[in-house]
């Protein structure tokens, strides 16, 4: 059985339930449970703090863990990073009173510097050649300044908000974070053949995101300039319709450029766009 590490709440919890969901991994009722075993698949799902998943992936006591890589960066523990799984995104950024003249780096030196991640920090401010005396707070980091604890803080940004709300402004980005599946090097071939089935699924559902699936009608004398405008992952799908001198064409569009080639094939003569969600997608 494939046990694998997760946040026990916050966001980072919520997208990685939606992540197991997605991939068709049902776990029976998950609140204030330490430990859950799927119904449908071989694994069970082991709730703790995120600071703590990091040493229990590498220790053995969890296969698997997904947590923020701010925090896997922070314990140092000797696990492996498997996937970079693109959501819980954020940055670890220096932050100091909004009223402040910054003027660079130099500004830190023999500042008082609040913060959850002494360890990032401190190695930051060595390459870098600055000396500031470093405090350790675990909690509402943002408030120190204002109370009079320290010059700036050190933290997790994510829209700037609680920056702008403690009349502080971000002034340097140090790392930018998102969630990782990490891996315990010792894993066993049994769980390393569980873990290729999840990946399999995983990366059906993360593929699949910011896809569309576009069917259209198309004049046969346009249809080689229609194709040429689509990205299809190989090529488009052609079939002809009952109504001569038109197919139909099926292709899957990125959501970045969709109004961009939506509008080029409109003016190329395309009728009929209907427009679908995708949910998984196998390469």
């Known amino acids: 059985m494939l046990r694998i590490a997760v946040q026990s709440k916050g966001r980072l919890f919520e997208e990685t339930m939606a992540l197991f969901e997605e991939s068709d991994i049902k ?111 675990t909690g509402s980091v943002e408030v120190a300044p204002g109370i009079g604890l320290a010059d700036a803080i050190f933290d997790i940004v994510s829209s700037g908000s609680t920056l702008v709300s403690n009349r502080l ?52 004398d346009k249809l080689k300039e229609i194709t040429a405008v689509l990205p299809g992952m190989r090529s488009p799908t052609v079939m002809p319709l009952a109504q001569e001198g038109w197919c139909s064409v099926h292709a899957v569009l990125d959501e970045k450029r969709f109004w961009e080639i939506i509008g080029k094939l409109k003016a190329l003569g395309a009728e009929g766009i209907l427009v679908l969600p995708i949910e998984k997608m196998i390469l």
Request: proline content about 3%.
């Open 27 to 137: 776990l029976s009722s998950y609140k204030r449970t330490l430990l859950v075993q799927s119904t449908n698949f071989p694994i069970e799902v082991l709730f703790l703090r995120d600071d703590d998943i990091p040493q229990s992936v590498a220790t053995g006591v969890a296969d698997l863990g997904i947590v923020g890589e701010n925090e896997f960066v922070e314990k140092k523990e000797d696990a492996q990073i498997i996937k970079r799984l693109g959501f819980s995104k954020c940055r670890l950024s220096l932050a100091i009173p909004k009223d402040i003249d910054y003027q660079g780096l130099s500004w830190f030196n023999g500042k008082k510097v609040a913060t959850s991640y002494p360890v990032i920090l401190q190695d930051f401010m060595k390459s870098k050649g600055v000396k500031t005396e470093i405090h350790v707070i």
């Open 169 to 220: 402004k971000e002034v340097e980005v140090v790392m930018k974070s998102e969630a990782l599946l990490i891996g315990n090097k010792e894993m066993s071939d049994e769980n390393k053949a569980v873990l290729e089935e999840l990946l399999f699924r995983m990366d059906a559902v993360k593929t699949a995101e910011d896809k569309k699936y576009v069917l259209m009608n198309v004049p046969e």
